[in-house]
């Protein structure tokens, strides 16, 4: 049994708090992925887990035990960190048997773990190499090999695939996936890449500034962000965001965009009425963005577009959105919508685009709170 969590986790350094009374329950044998941006405090928090580091407050917890308080060896843990370092003296063989060998496993069975893992990870042809006349990809591997080979209970990761060229990171995420399935292991994952996160992590936990905002699926976070950060961070393109006034209007509630006046339905008036008078931010995803001949929606706004990228499968298309006639006038949004690719669209092109109230999310301009949520 290997859930970890961690109870009101803080790692305070001289300047910085690094991790902010963290409390996290990652379930036996799921693939958590931690993701935020560069220094927000993911390395700290996975050395927190390993032992490297001990916590300024708080306990970590792996399966029943407290090991707050235990050295790394205790912990039954099998780390693949960023540069890893690889004993340089051993070939990747004897590398990926030194932990076997420990555990007086015999010879036959690592030889055919190794194999097999090898072949998995494609270094097979590099086990009677050592690590300096490897490529900086084939270390990362070889390095997943030693702790895959070992078959511990919990993989802490991070950023094992960096290093690695585009395709052959698609082709690890599928493998690695598979792996999880097979070990039955819990896997801490890091990264700063929000598609390796939604592509792997059965839940994602966005962390900002040390702080955990938001655990949850991949999918929960995309269509229910529970604050702005999770919503610009999750999703390729980005959320388009701008503001608009929450107003009342023959006794009904509507938001103001531009010039524009979006009837607030009846069931949503609860959570927007507090906002009566105030400004808040909007959210849409790119491909909610209606970009037709004659758009459809609630609402009918003028864009320029600035420049298209034809993707193959989709287009995105980048808008210059203008406020025109309203108070704040001469206001520019820009906006990105992703579109058919046999739609005709020029860049200078003048067009309309429109959306769906239901499509549009929420949030309060101080905290960055989701309104709906
Ligand atoms: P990256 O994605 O760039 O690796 P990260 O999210 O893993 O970043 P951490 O390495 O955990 O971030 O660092 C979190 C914060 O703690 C940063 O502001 C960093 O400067 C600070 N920090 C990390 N280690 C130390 C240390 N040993 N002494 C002082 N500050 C540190």
């Given at each position: 049994m290997a859930k970890v969590i961690l109870e009101n986790l803080t790692k305070s350094y001289r300047k910085s708090v690094a991790v902010q009374n963290v409390n996290l329950e990652i379930k036996n044998q799921e693939f958590l992925v931690m993701v935020g941006p560069s220094g927000c405090g993911k390395t700290t928090l996975l050395r927190l887990i390993a032992g490297l580091e001990e916590p300024s407050s708080g306990r970590v917890f792996i399966g029943e035990n407290d090991v707050t308080d235990l050295p790394p060896r205790d912990r039954d843990i099998a780390m693949v960190f960023q540069n890893y370092a690889l004993y340089p003296h051993l070939t990747v063989f004897e590398n990926m048997a030194f932990g076997l060998k420990l555990r007086k496993i015999p010879k036959k069975e690592i030889e055919k773990k190794i194999l097999e893992v090898s072949s998995m990870l494609g270094i097979e042809m590099l086990?009677?190499?050592?690590?300096?006349?490897?490529s900086g990809g084939q270390r990362q591997r070889a390095a997943m090999g030693r702790a895959i080979v070992r078959e511990p209970k919990l993989f802490l990761m991070d950023?094992?695939?960096?290093?690695?060229?585009a395709q052959f990171r698609v082709q690890m995420r599928v493998e690695l996936r598979k792996l999880h399935e097979k070990l039955n292991a819990t896997i801490l994952y890091v990264t700063h890449d929000q598609t390796e996160a939604v592509t792997l992590g059965n839940r994602i936990a966005i962390i900002k500034d040390g702080i955990l905002l938001q655990v949850d699926t991949p999918l929960n976070l995309y269509?229910?962000?529970?604050n702005l950060f999770t919503a610009g961070f999750i999703g390729v393109p980005s959320m388009n965001f701008f503001n608009g006034i929450i107003m009342s209007k023959e006794n009904e509630l509507c938001v103001a965009v531009k010039k524009c006046e979006i009837k607030i339905p009846r069931e949503k008036e609860e959570n927007l009425l507090p906002y009566k008078g105030k400004e808040v931010v909007i959210g849409i995803r790119p491909d909610k963005v209606l970009l037709e001949a004659d758009p459809c929606g609630e609402a009918r706004f003028k864009a320029f577009v600035e420049m298209t990228e034809p993707l193959g499968s989709e287009t995105y298309v980048y808008l210059k959105w203008e406020a025109e006639?309203?108070?704040?006038?001469?206001e520019i949004d820009r906006l990105t919508a992703v579109v058919r690719p046999s739609m005709p669209i020029q860049v200078n092109q003048e067009l309309f685009f429109s959306f769906k109230f239901e499509d549009l999310h929420f949030f309060d301009k101080l905290s960055g709170k989701a309104l709906d949520f």
């Open positions: 086990l009677d190499r050592r690590p300096r006349e490897l950023e094992p695939l960096s290093n690695l060229d269509h229910s962000p529970a006639k309203t108070d704040r006038e001469g």
